[in-house]
């Protein structure tokens, strides 16, 4: 009887620690995401809440998402959590922080009442943190100049789990982006004015500003395979929303990571989500060569460099050094290895180890093997079995390197 008396005491001291509350804030793929990066947090299920009717589908929560006639489900996340590891009030904080809870039937570009903003508690304690810390935000909003907080506050009546390919969606689609809604405002600041943060402005010139956000997995997807592999010769900063000064954007930045193109200042094109080194690199390209240049044409669509050209002349007669992938900013090429072919190209005996792959080419009926920048995917030229003593000449095009002498190469 003691033994099970304790046993009964342990599992009630155990299920206290566990609590369950409910966020709307948008899009729930993202949601959950956030909140199952949240030490503490045990479990992040997306749902349906709030509405009037039974067993809503995906379907059913977007045909009344403009209707009056029904209450209608809102997109939610049921977040299961120990409060001994992360508290309410740490969780609803993040709440607030994670979206902007004054836009009333939407969510950035997201329109209808099934993206509306809302807390859904299942205890008083809960009810009391949200109110409480819902006037404290209200007041940092104000402040920063945004608007009514429109956040629903109610009681959970009933959770519904959302369909199968609904949990989980970012994990499922690892070329997706996270998200981001966020005001900028945090707690603990009575306003967040742009000139207290550690801001960047334009630096003059072609740059790439990334924009990232705190517990985005695919900003950090991106910043392993491909910022922090990046050597390329245009500036790279990766910075938070709320961190750029003086940009003249195009974008109204809906997620993360944004990847944008800037010259002097202004935005020339963006993309959203996480791309592949190859995709970005394509995208390099075209900004740093600009689409119809030869050397992008050579790159990317595999044309060939006109024989004896101006680059070919140019890098024919350079003193020592190496040559870089005009893309990547990778050593492609030794000017140890370069020798005099007569053919009008540039001719080495041998790229940099590691730095290039070779696959075949049989366009033109010509069977070749073709020469590619590893990293940036661009297309250099081929390889041939006709240099001097019977060696391979890596026959490549002048337009798609760079060149730099031996003492400035990057340690």
């Avoid at 299920?45 to 009344?64: F, I, Q, R």
């Amino acid at each position: 009887m003691q033994k099970l008396l304790l046993y009964f005491i342990l599992t009630l001291t155990l299920t206290a620690k566990t609590q369950t509350i409910v966020f709307g804030a948008g899009c729930f793929w993202g949601v959950e995401k956030h909140f199952e990066n949240l030490e503490g947090v045990k479990r992040a299920t997306s749902g349906y809440a709030g509405g009037d009717y039974d067993n809503p589908t995906y379907e059913t929560v977007l045909k009344y998402r403009n209707s009056n006639k029904v209450v209608n489900h809102t997109e939610v996340v049921k977040v299961i959590y120990d409060d001994t590891k992360i508290s309410t009030e740490k969780l609803i904080k993040s709440f607030w922080e994670l979206h902007n809870p004054t836009q009333g039937n939407r969510q950035g570009n997201d329109r209808g009442n099934n993206y509306r903003s809302a807390l859904y508690y299942t205890h008083e304690k809960q009810k009391h943190i949200a109110l409480a810390t819902k006037e404290v935000y209200q007041k940092l909003l104000y402040k920063a100049g945004y608007g009514e907080i429109t956040t629903e506050i109610k009681p959970l009546k009933a959770f519904y789990p959302a369909e199968s390919y609904h949990q989980n969606y970012l994990e499922k689609n690892p070329l997706g982006y996270c998200p981001n809604h966020a005001t900028g405002v945090k707690f603990g600041s009575s306003k967040i004015p742009i000139s207290k943060q550690e801001t960047i402005s334009p630096l003059g010139g072609k740059e790439i500003v990334v924009i990232d956000a705190e517990h985005c997995r695919f900003c950090q997807k991106f910043k392993k395979n491909v910022t922090d592999r990046y050597n390329g010769t245009i500036p790279l900063r990766t910075v938070h929303l709320d961190a750029l000064k003086g940009f003249t954007l195009k974008t109204n930045i809906e997620g993360t990571p944004t990847i944008l193109f800037i010259k002097d200042g202004k935005e020339v094109e963006s993309f959203t989500g996480y791309m592949d080194e190859k995709t970005f690199y394509k995208a390099v390209g075209a900004f740093k060569l600009g689409k119809e240049s030869e050397g992008y044409n050579v790159a990317f669509r595999q044309k060939t460099d006109g024989r004896f050209c101006k680059q070919y002349k140019e890098f024919q007669n350079t003193g020592d050094g190496v040559f870089i992938d005009k893309i990547s900013g990778d050593i492609l090429f030794d000017t140890r290895d370069r020798f005099n072919s007569g053919s009008g190209w540039l001719s080495f005996y041998k790229s940099v180890d590691g730095s290039t792959i070779q696959k075949e080419d049989n366009s033109y009926g010509m069977r070749r093997i073709e020469v590619i920048a590893k990293k940036s995917g661009a297309h250099l030229g081929h390889v041939f079995n006709d240099a001097p003593g019977g060696r391979q000449r890596f026959c490549i095009n002048a337009t798609v390197l760079e060149f730099v002498p031996r003492d400035k190469i990057k340690k």
